[in-house]
């Protein structure tokens, strides 16, 4: 294997501390497992049944609730006879956190008066269990799907939190919720607005990109931090790991679940932070992650969805995760081209996590040579011998696609067209590629019949400037020929100059020889005269 040069990396584009905050696993050891078994046919089904039952008669008490009332009237907070029921529901959900296993909740600071903060943002979202601090802090409102009022028996108990409903399907959807939430935050006379920024569910294991909504408005917030530190992880529900009904299960056959919840301080925004909204999320989210002794990344839901798009291709879902936001911000690529890249890079590692050398060199249709690993080094960040596709995205954005521009692409058309007739012949094709990477007759066949798309026996600039955009991974190559190329011809020049400057230099008349009347000029010519 050839040694690596150091070469120095971009510090903003390291791997996070936390490579992947969307998947988990449960761990369960041979007590655990009997511990489970047992309960599963004791309490577990006394539990559930008892669950049920307190869930079914809160069925009709937030029908009564929120009978009659219109959806313009859900634009001011539930007063009057109406509050009445508030206390019954809270109760009831208090009673059905008991009958899981949360015996006991650990309040740490007091919630704010909404005077003093109206929205509280909490993280880390790590399942539907966070749905405690409802009860803890007397059923705030929150933010939910629109689909979930329509939900049969739970859909009169959501409504009747005042919830802000988002319509996915609606482009006007994000605007719509962020203006709703200035508006309650500013007017004070509503319940707290709880609302998880990350957006997502995930590990725990790192706060993610806050999204913007709660800070929008400019107003004091108060952040929460919630931690479930129980020896197995029944309540983390994300993207990669055991579906809601066995974690709900499991939870339910444990003795006692832990619980935190962790009131910070307000946070009031300062004049920058009203003025930048992502600055405010950031500073917010830096010191919940202080609190919770977790790192911060840039990951968002984007990564998500990648990942899903990943698992579609039968790619492990990990190969979709990138740190979204970073990779958008830093090298400015959308959504949608990652998700092109995500399909392209599964055709080369036929369906494997990373892209070897071999995979890489197969792909180019290129034989393993110097200048083809100097080219997979770059890419190859972390020094593995291999690329996974975040590594992929970032070598193609730094080093290959700048690479590939129409000044390269008429450069390289230029050195294989050495006759400027205007397009590329086959032996010329043939005479770079053997030079250049020692190819062999049958492989630059297949390469020009690749490119010459219309079968006319010579490449055209627009067929070689399509295929050069299809693979912008050959730009490099040739840009690292054309400089062995000049630098050899630079070599062959300078040498060629020195040997006629060594002929013409001046007579040395120390190397006279004392047996004859000749003279020495140069290391090989010899003229005969007399010294004068």
């Known amino acids: 294997m050839r040694s690596r040069r150091l070469l120095p990396r971009q510090s903003s584009l390291i791997l996070p501390e936390i490579v992947n905050p969307f998947v988990h696993r449960l761990n369960l050891s041979l007590w655990q497992i009997i511990k489970i078994a047992i309960m599963s046919v004791t309490v577990a089904p006394i539990r ?27 634009k001011t907070p539930i007063t009057g006879w109406r509050r009445s029921f508030r206390w019954p529901l809270i109760i009831m959900g208090r009673l059905v956190f008991w009958l899981a296993g949360f015996h006991y909740v650990k309040i740490i600071g007091r919630p704010a008066l909404c005077r003093d903060a109206a929205i509280l943002v909490c993280a880390p979202h790590t399942g539907y269990i966070d749905l405690i601090l409802g009860f803890v802090i007397d059923l705030p409102s929150g933010v939910s799907r629109w689909e979930n009022k329509n939900i049969s028996l739970f859909g009169n108990l959501i409504k009747y939190t005042q919830p802000i409903f988002v319509k996915r399907g609606d482009p006007n959807s994000r605007q719509k919720t962020i203006e ?9 006379n509503w319940p707290p607005l709880v609302i998880f920024p990350e957006g997502t569910t995930t590990n725990g294991q790192a706060l993610i990109t806050f999204k913007i909504g709660a800070f929008a408005a400019g107003e004091p917030v108060q952040p929460v931090c919630i931690r479930f530190p129980n020896l197995v992880d029944t309540t983390t529900w994300t993207w990669d790991g055991p579906n809601a009904y066995k974690l709900l299960w499991i939870t339910l056959c444990q003795f006692h679940n ?28 830096c010191q919940m992650s202080q609190c919770l002794t977790v790192p911060a990344t840039d990951h968002t839901l984007e990564d998500c969805h990648l990942m899903m798009y990943a698992h579609q291709l039968h790619l492990p879902m990990a190969s979709g995760i990138v740190e979204f936001r970073k990779l958008n911000k830093k090298l400015g690529v959308n959504f949608d081209k990652m998700k092109t890249l995500l399909n392209k890079f599964s055709t080369i590692t036929k369906k494997t996590e990373h892209i070897t050398l071999q995979q890489f060199s197969d792909y180019l249709d290129l034989p393993v040579s110097d200048a083809l690993y100097e080219v997979f080094y770059l890419y190859d960040r972390d020094g593995s011998n291999s690329i996974d596709f975040r590594e992929y995205l970032i070598g193609l954005s730094l080093i290959s696609e700048p690479a590939n521009n129409d000044a390269t692409i008429q450069m390289t058309f ?21 030079t250049a990477f020692d190819m062999h007759a049958v492989d630059i066949k297949n390469i020009f019949q690749q490119i010459d798309t219309d079968d006319s026996g010579h490449i055209t600039f627009s067929e070689f400037k399509a295929y050069a955009q299809k ?26 100059e020195d040997m006629t400057a060594q002929t013409i230099s001046p007579i040395d008349t120390t190397s006279t020889s004392t047996s004859s009347n000749s003279i020495v000029i140069g290391p090989r010519t010899r003229l005969k005269g007399k010294i004068e």
């Open 48 to 74: 559930l049944l008892l669950i049920f039952i307190l869930a079914v008669i809160s069925v009709p008490i937030a029908y009564i609730a929120t009978f009659g009332r219109t959806e313009s009237d859900d």
């Open 180 to 188: 709703e939430i200035t508006r309650r935050a500013k007017s004070r």
């Open 414 to 434: 230029k050195l294989f067209d050495s006759e400027n007739k205007g397009y590329i012949s086959e032996p010329q094709l043939n005479q770079i590629l053997h």
């Open 258 to 285: 832990y619980c935190e919840i962790e009131f910070l301080p307000v946070y009031n925004p300062s004049k920058e932070e009203k003025a930048d909204t992502r600055l405010f999320a950031n500073n917010v989210r």
């Open 471 to 496: 693979k912008p991974e050959l730009a490099r190559l040739f840009l690292a020929y054309q400089t062995k190329t000049t630098r050899e011809e630079d070599e062959a020049e300078t040498e060629t």
